[in-house]
């Protein structure tokens, strides 16, 4: 059984950074992928990103690749989604989730997912 713990969300400009933060607590956290998706209200939750537990794979939704990155620390159980050029459309909560044993670009959905965080809400304002 994982805890996640999402952090770093707020208010942000356009054109801005954000960095946010997943603490984790748990056995398991370096054995598993993880992931990162956001849910607008209304909405479908939706990919983000992913990363395998070596940290040596990642891979990232078209509407943020080349803008945000996801990295983990496996010793300090954390993983974090770090946000550049931030828009209005990346407004939403943001969710840190636990993902399959073995990695793979095609873990994308919800359903590959098995523990989640409780979010954090991000604001881009123009």
């Known amino acids: 059984q994982v805890q996640l713990v999402e952090s770093g969300g707020g208010l942000v400009q356009a054109g801005g950074s954000l960095r946010l933060s997943c603490a984790a607590s748990g056995r398991t956290f370096g054995t598993y992928a993880m992931g990162w998706f956001r849910q607008a209200l209304g909405k479908e939750r939706e990919f983000v990103a992913t990363?395998?537990?070596?940290?040596?794979?990642?891979y990232y939704a078209d509407s943020v690749k080349g803008r945000f990155t996801i990295s983990r620390d496996n010793a300090k159980k954390m993983v974090y989604l770090q946000m550049n050029r931030l828009k209005r459309e990346d407004t939403t909560v943001y969710y840190c989730?636990?993902?399959?044993?073995?990695?793979?670009?095609?873990?994308?959905?919800?359903?590959?997912?098995?523990?989640w965080g409780q979010g954090t809400q991000v604001t881009v304002s123009s």
């Open positions: 989730a636990v993902g399959p044993k073995y990695y793979s670009s095609s873990n994308v959905y919800t359903r590959d997912y098995n523990y």
């Open positions: 990363i395998s537990w070596s940290g040596g794979s990642t």
